[in-house]
């Protein structure tokens, strides 16, 4: 786990100017004082030795706090995430399954909307066809299975572009 928190003197963002030209928002960068806190954390603990597969569970959080000082939010920081995940890893066969949370972000800027929340649900299933080598495997995985409408709040695009919805793929991959 690892915290942080810093001053910035010089501080570089986005900020609206309210006027208007060729019918489109004015922004101006500015530069100010501006302090930030926040955390991640990882880990990842053996939870079971089931016939041939390892049960493995981890965990990835972050979160970012960040304020002009004397002013609001700093843009586009991203809010509370959490990401957890199971794997069953094999000799030849590995299969995951993991969940994404991302909290709401209400903490925004004049020019800047909240962005909803929402929850990822991703699997795979990776075979390794030939034995004792992990150079060439063959990967399906379904990403965001349950075509959840989702916005990564740091996208400039993020009002008008939604991250992919249902994905699903097969994957061939070598190494040397």
Do not use: C
């Amino acid at each position: 786990m690892t915290g942080y928190a810093s001053w910035f003197d010089g501080f570089i963002y986005e900020s609206d100017t309210g006027l208007i030209e060729d019918e489109l928002p004015l922004f101006q960068f500015r530069q100010d004082k501006a302090r930030t806190y926040g955390f991640e954390f990882e880990g990842s603990a053996p939870i079971a030795q089931i016939g041939g597969f390892n049960i493995v569970g981890d965990i990835t959080a972050d979160m970012t706090r960040a304020k002009i000082k004397g002013g609001g939010a700093v843009p586009r920081i991203p809010p509370l995430r959490v990401l957890g995940g199971l794997e069953a890893q094999g000799e030849r066969i590995d299969a995951r399954a993991e969940v994404e949370w991302t909290d709401d972000q209400n903490r925004v800027t004049t020019f800047e909307t909240p962005t909803k929340g929402f929850t990822l649900v991703n699997a795979s299933l990776t075979w390794r066809p030939l034995p004792d080598t992990k150079n060439l495997s063959l990967t399906l995985a379904a990403n965001n299975i349950f075509d959840v409408d989702a916005r990564r709040h740091a996208s400039f695009t993020k009002d008008y572009v939604p991250l992919a919805g249902r994905d699903i793929r097969i994957t061939a991959r070598a190494s040397f």
